[in-house]
């Protein structure tokens, strides 16, 4: 059986009280069963049940429609912000390998139009952010240069700021991204030779000395 079906038929029986012999439902169990705590419905159980799309589904049908050359500028944003609210989820974050989302997402960072990569930075950043599976991803994909690049070098400014957020996001924690990251910053950026990627404030004086270099090329 499908796991999300068995976690359904799960639910069903959780919150299902049993009759007696007369049919009629004790007062036992309708106090027992109120005073067990409701597990949440599966959401995607309840899609596959009744034949609607999957989160996997719509990830996938997102990204096609940002990579269709016959959606217009408008309708791909409307995909990407689509895409990014379903990545929030952890699942789902950690479903974009397995779907093959992960080498587009990255390479719109190089999209000729400046709302495409702000958007695909927004969503790097929503993955990655307290992923490590995801950050790992990022760095096997060698997107950490890129980020730096976009942070200091984009002429948009919102696109420098979604690089950084995504920075940020990606090295926080994770120490493979951390070092990635001072390799490619240049001097002046960085706090000192060495990051450690636990140490908070350490990674906050790197990501605002980034903003103001950002702030100071939007004047």
Not at 149 to 173: C, F, H, T
Not at 183 to 206: F, H, Q, S, T
């Amino acid at each position: 059986m499908d796991p999300k079906l068995n976690d359904l038929f799960k639910w069903s029986i959780e919150n299902t009280s049993t009759p007696n012999g007369d049919g009629q439902t004790s007062n036992t169990d309708s106090n027992a069963a109120s005073a067990r705590p409701s597990r949440p419905i599966n959401a995607d159980a309840l899609k596959s049940l009744f034949g609607g799309p999957s989160d996997a589904d719509l990830m996938k049908e997102s990204m096609a429609a940002v990579l269709s050359p016959s959606i217009t500028l408008p309708n791909k944003l409307v995909a990407f912000d689509n895409f990014e609210q379903l990545i929030e989820s952890l699942d789902n974050a950690n479903n974009m390998e397995p779907l093959g989302l992960w080498t587009p997402l990255v390479d719109l960072l190089g999209n000729e139009e400046a709302e495409v990569r702000r958007m695909a930075a927004w969503c790097v950043g929503t993955a990655v952010q307290n992923n490590a599976k995801s950050q790992e991803k990022l760095l096997v994909l060698d997107a950490i240069p890129t980020l730096v690049k976009l942070s200091m070098e984009d002429p948009n400014e919102g696109v420098r700021r979604k690089a950084i957020y995504a920075l940020s996001s990606g090295i926080r924690n994770y120490q493979p991204g951390a070092d990635a990251a001072v390799k490619a910053l240049p001097l002046g950026m960085r706090v000192e030779d060495e990051l450690d990627a636990g140490d908070m404030d350490a990674v906050d004086r790197i990501m605002e000395n980034l903003r103001e270099a950002s702030r100071q090329k939007a004047l």
